[in-house]
């Protein structure tokens, strides 16, 4: 299997502009988190899917983030309008099962002019 | 509130020697703890796992503890070599929940 991927990996665009970031877990595995990660925040929980449902969507920061899971196998994490304060690498990781490893992708690293 | 600490300052250690990184939680009842290692540029690969019943779990060079009374998990890597230079995280499942809460992470750096 190829892993968990991850795409754009780089994404620079202006303020106010849509953001889209795609993710492909591992075939097989029910469960999907989407991650973000700042130096100074460290790796913070999005919102995470189980067989496609989302099941918590706390760790969303506000309106302006969405996210999606059509089918098992693809995921997006969609921010309009992006701000400078969205810059961070988002992550996307999958599980199978309720508990064990997650599997993460490279990541796709957003900067927000 | 919950709380996920780990030594934000870098651990430098010379090669061959044990490197020991700490990882304290509160307010938490952990079903169980992992730890990932985290490379520049990279996703976090995730290493060990320890359940809340297992005191202590090891896998070649690594070792990982669980004390649930100190709350607190220990993770060693014995006979270090420059290529374990990563960032490692801690992360717990609190009971009753399906998503890992992560640590900050610590870095180890090992000099040749």
């Known amino acids: 299997d190829a892993g968990v991927i991850q795409s754009p990996r780089h994404e620079v665009t202006e303020m106010g502009q849509e953001v889209t970031l795609r993710c492909k877990p591992i075939?097989?595995?029910?469960?999907l988190f989407w991650y973000r990660q700042t130096m100074m925040r460290g790796l913070e929980l999005l919102i995470y899917?189980?067989?496609?449902?989302?099941?918590?969507d706390s760790g969303m920061p506000e309106d302006r983030f969405s996210a999606k899971m059509p089918n098992a196998s693809f995921s997006t994490l969609k921010i309009q309008p992006s701000e400078p304060r969205d810059s961070a690498v988002y992550f996307c990781?999958?599980?199978?099962?309720?508990?064990?490893?997650?599997?993460f992708g490279e990541g796709s690293r957003l900067t927000v002019l | 509130s919950q709380k996920i600490e780990q030594n934000s300052e870098a651990l430098n250690i010379q090669e061959g020697k044990t490197a020991t990184l700490t990882c304290n939680y509160t307010?938490?009842?952990?079903?169980?703890l992992q730890w990932y290692r985290q490379d520049p540029g990279r996703g976090p690969v995730f290493l060990l796992l320890i359940r809340e019943n297992e005191k202590e779990k090891r896998k070649e060079r690594l070792k990982v503890t669980f004390d649930t009374t100190l709350k607190q998990s220990l993770f060693h890597i014995t006979a270090s070599q420059p290529a374990d230079s990563a960032t490692y995280l801690c992360a717990l499942r609190d009971t009753g929940r399906r998503a890992l809460t992560f640590g900050s992470g610590t870095r180890l750096q090992v000099q040749p």
């Open positions: 899917f189980n067989n496609n449902v989302p099941i918590d």
């Open positions: 307010n938490y009842s952990p079903a169980y």
């Open positions: 990781a999958s599980r199978a099962g309720a508990t064990g490893e997650l599997f």
């Open positions: 075939s097989g595995h029910d469960y």
